[in-house]
């Protein structure tokens, strides 16, 4: 069976045809590092991910760029209130940013291209868009420059809009432009601002706009046409419609397919720090692992917006320690060399991993059932490991080591092998085994597992 992908572009689901045979070209658009990632930031990770690590196991040789923003207006107004260096602020977050992609064992990319390293290769770029007619320095003397929108016919394209319903872009002063919907490609320095967040440029001091940086560096590493460009939903617009316009305008062919991630809500309101509704990555590991997390935010297909709670969480998180009981009554297991066929089309269809999950899950219960008859050949547990890998989601991936002395994630462990015999003892109950169900009552006790059954369910504690 062929991949095949939803294209934000075209709105349609297509085979996955790559520019270079037995290759595949990715770039996401990255975080701009302003503060903590939240689970709303961590999803368009995980997501990309999971694209990434199925592009390579269908045997393509994937270059994967995600870039970071570590300059734009918001870190300027953030490290002005805290009274520190903006540059110091980007580092900072980054570095947490990183932090919180190990934790949920996201994959690093072939490279990580931050936007302050690359101002010759966005000066170069809008160069060659004022010379094509399709941008012009602003006539204000504020040493800002333009995309000329009204140049490019096909602007709208990409999110399905036409220039007179669009609002103006907000993001630079609108006097010196000659249409309010052009955007900013290179902003001149105010004199607010430090002299550090500027760098030299035919049109005097400044910096960057958010757009132009990533058509930039996409063309810098994957050269002026790629496969498959990322990020979230609400980036379609006017990030990637900007991005698409000016470099299309200069020639560049870019991306051949666009995919887009949809929001983390809560309360039903897309999770950000503007909406004071942001759930840090530190905070939310405080009360689960990060594999669990992982879990969570893979189960759900990208496509589909997720309103988070914690009692969602809690119960992803019950459903994967199902899982880990499930191998850890198996011992020794090596990954199969081949995926079940029902997984296999799951992923290749839009990467359906709600599908592939509930196969996971029908693989286990078929493994668990082998193990209460007694049977001693388990190959569903070398499925299962071979599923979980491509997820990302294999307990045994050194990514998941647990540091010394960490007393949540052991117990986080001891919670797993103990929903695994618990899930054994409900089966032998159902069974009328009366005798297997009290044996396992008897290892939980002999292992200082107080067991309690309760009209709820059973309740287990340590003695």
């Not at 547990?381 to 890998?389: G, H, N, T």
Request: hydrophobic letters at 40%.
């Amino acid at each position: 069976m062929t991949f095949r992908l939803y294209d934000s572009a075209t709105r349609e689901v297509r085979d996955f045809v790559p520019l270079v045979e037995g290759k595949a070209s990715l770039y996401v658009c990255g975080l701009t590092v302003q503060s903590e990632p939240h689970v709303g930031h961590v999803r368009s990770a995980v997501n990309f991910d999971v694209l990434q690590r199925w592009l390579r196991h269908r045997g393509f040789a994937t270059t994967f760029i995600r870039n970071v923003t570590d300059i734009d207006d918001k870190i300027l107004a953030k490290s002005a209130e805290q009274g520190r260096p903006w540059y110091n602020l980007a580092y900072a977050m980054h570095r947490e940013l990183a932090k919180a992609y190990a934790a949920l064992n996201v994959a690093p990319p072939t490279y990580e291209p931050l936007a302050t390293a690359h101002v010759p290769e966005i000066i170069e770029l809008v160069e060659e868009l004022i010379a094509r007619g399709h941008a012009y320095p602003a006539a204000d003397g504020s040493g800002d420059v333009y995309f000329d929108v009204r140049t490019w016919p096909q602007y709208g394209e990409l999110s399905g809009q036409r220039v007179e319903e669009m609002v103006a872009a907000e993001d630079a002063d609108p006097r010196g432009k000659r249409d309010p919907r052009d955007f900013a490609l290179w902003k001149g320095r105010k004199d607010s601002e430090p002299e550090t967040a500027s760098w030299p440029s035919p049109w005097g001091r400044g910096r960057p706009g958010w757009h132009i940086e990533c058509s930039a560096m996409a063309g810098k590493y994957l050269g002026p046409a790629f496969d498959i460009h990322g990020g979230g939903l609400d980036l379609r617009f006017p990030h990637h419609e900007n991005e698409q316009a000016q470099a299309r305008a200069a020639g560049h062919p870019f991306a051949t397919y666009w995919m887009h991630n949809a929001w983390i809500t809560t309360a039903g309101e897309k999770m950000s720090k503007s909406l004071g509704n942001s759930l840090t990555i530190p905070a939310v590991l405080e009360r689960f692992r990060g594999i669990e997390l992982r879990y969570y935010l893979v189960a759900a297909h990208y496509r589909s917006h997720v309103e988070f709670s914690f009692e969602a969480l809690e119960e992803a998180a019950i459903g994967f320690r199902r899982i880990e009981g499930f191998l850890a009554r198996v011992p020794e297991v090596e990954p199969a060399e081949t995926l079940p066929a029902a997984f296999t089309a799951a992923m290749d269809d839009d990467l359906g991993t709600p599908t592939a999950v509930a196969v996971l899950h029908d693989t286990v219960r078929e493994g668990n059932r082998k193990l209460q008859a007694g049977e001693t050949a388990i190959p569903e547990a070398a499925a299962v490991v071979a599923m979980l890998d491509v997820l990302g989601l294999s307990p045994a991936d050194p990514a998941w080591a647990a540091p010394a002395g960490g007393d949540e994630k052991v117990m986080a462990s001891v919670g797993a092998l103990v929903a695994g015999l618990l899930e054994q003892r409900a089966a032998a109950r159902a069974a009328k085994d009366w005798a297997r169900a009290d044996e396992i009552r008897d290892q939980l006790k002999a292992a200082g597992i107080e067991l309690e059954d309760t009209p709820d369910g059973p309740k287990w504690s340590i003695g």
